[in-house]
């Protein structure tokens, strides 16, 4: 582990002690992070990276200054302290400065993984060498990372508030070219336990992505019914999940605000499959139970039968409006069913299968509308068949159009390696596409 918790609670008190403001908060994040990279169906770089940040932010007088560092030496510590101090003093007044939180009760999660913490260069390498070797032996161009970190966040301040969050994840990623480059396949697998990951399935399914692709051709822009797999469902719900935020929806700016004021919280938005929830303690699928601000993050059911449950609502905006507050989440767990991405192709008469989507940009925020483009697999269904690669595609399509416009939903699966994104295939009618792309 990077820091342990006595390391960590010493630089918290430290902190404190040296404080002469009626509060301070201070945040501590150490992490080390190992990473392998290749290409070309070879290793190219490999390294190792520690980081630790101390950040402490003074407040007195409803006026705020953070100020951080990386040492962790008493005299550092202190340095920062006394730093924030003279900086909160030259601050203009926050009119939405809320109190010093007091204790806060975290959820005991689990999301440290022994094994995993302790990958080195050697064990990134073998991970790499399955998926390259996959890539000698259909005689396709693999690149790739596999990436590991050990991560310890935690909060403390004068008031009584201490929250400590060990944490480990892994991820594998590769794409498999095709040696004339008109064919790209791409798949990933992570988790927190190394052990959980199976880089022979991850090589197969890009690899088999690389072969299918294989000299694409164009098929004319319009709305089609698609079948998304996890990584792109999880690319577009990322957008809605960021606009469940209760101060925007009742100050009008948001999809969730209701016409005349407030918001739209209760009524029916999406089909009546969809349900979307976040959980710090879900137990293969783990997030950190500290929440923005030092709240602590409780089960949430966001979306349920298709109405909206729930929104986001800082401590200044839940005060000011008369209810509780709640974090934003740090997971999306969306439910489906048992169905595999091969039932729900067989399924589907025409349209078009989605690997995933790439350089994904917030177009129109108060409908949530987003545009990107597919990649490293897109392939046109014909009678439940897959029966041709298609070139890549632009879209301008909102996560609320995907999540009204349900047809068919998949068994989920964590997706990503950033936030933890567990979510099921999704067939979706009236899907937008707007132009073709020429980029493999």
């Known amino acids: 582990m990077t820091l342990s918790k006595a390391e960590i609670k010493k630089i918290t008190q430290t902190a404190i002690k040296a404080a002469t403001v009626p509060e301070l908060e201070v945040r501590v994040e150490a992490a080390r992070e190992g990473n392998l990279r290749f290409a070309n169906n070879e290793a190219t770089t490999s390294g190792d990276v520690e980081r630790l940040t101390v950040s402490v932010t003074a407040s007195e007088d409803r006026r705020s200054a953070t100020v951080s560092g990386n040492r962790r030496d008493a005299a550092g510590v202190r340095a920062l302290v006394e730093k924030a101090q003279e900086l909160c003093r030259l601050s203009p007044v926050d009119p939405e400065h809320m109190p010093a939180l007091g204790a806060q009760r975290y959820a005991a999660v689990t999301a440290h993984d022994k094994l995993t913490a302790r990958i080195a260069a050697e064990e990134r390498a073998n991970l790499a060498a399955k998926l390259i070797r996959a890539g000698n032996l259909r005689k396709l161009v693999a690149s790739g990372l596999v990436r590991a970190r050990d991560h310890v966040s ?3 301040n004068k008031q009584g508030l201490w929250g400590y969050f060990p944490s480990t994840d892994v991820s594998l990623t590769t794409t498999m070219r095709t040696r004339d480059g008109t064919g790209s396949g791409w798949a990933s697998a992570a ?8 880089p022979e399935a991850v090589a197969l399914a890009a690899a088999d992505k ?3 692709s294989q000299g694409p051709q ?9 079948i998304l797999e996890p990584q792109a469902v ?3 719900l990322w957008f809605l999940v960021y606009s469940l935020d209760a101060r925007a929806a009742d100050e009008g700016r948001s999809f969730f605000s209701r016409p005349g004021g407030g918001t739209r919280i209760g009524e029916t938005l999406f089909h009546r499959d969809v349900t979307i929830r976040s959980d710090p303690g879900a137990p293969e699928h783990p997030s950190s139970p500290i929440g ?3 709240l602590a993050l409780a089960p949430t059911t966001w979306i349920e039968g298709g109405a909206l449950k729930q929104l986001a609502y800082s401590r200044f905006w839940a005060q000011r409006q008369g209810a509780s507050p709640v974090p934003r989440p740090r997971s999306l767990l969306m439910a489906g069913s048992r169905r595999s991405l091969a039932e ?6 025409r349209g078009v299968l989605v690997t995933r989507f790439w350089y994904n940009r917030m177009v129109d925020p108060r409908t949530i509308l987003a545009t990107g483009l597919t990649r490293d697999g897109t392939f046109l269904v014909e009678q439940g068949k897959i029966s041709r690669p298609v070139k890549n595609m632009r879209y301008n399509e909102s996560p609320v159009t ?3 416009n349900v047809l068919a939903l998949g068994a989920p699966a964590r997706v990503g390696d950033g936030e933890v994104s567990v979510v099921p295939p999704i067939v979706v009618h009236d899907f937008n596409f707007a132009s073709v792309s020429d980029a493999v």
């Not at 164009?218 to 698609?226: C, E, L």
């Open 154 to 156: 935690a909060v403390a």
């Open 191 to 198: 988790s927190y336990r190394v052990g959980a990951l199976d």
């Open 210 to 212: 690389g072969e299918m």
């Open 218 to 226: 164009a098929i004319k822009p319009g709305r089609y019914t698609v």
């Open 234 to 236: 999880a690319d577009l």
């Open 292 to 294: 923005r601000g030092g």
């Open 344 to 349: 729900l192709v067989r399924g589907v008469d």
């Open 402 to 404: 995907i999540l009204k």
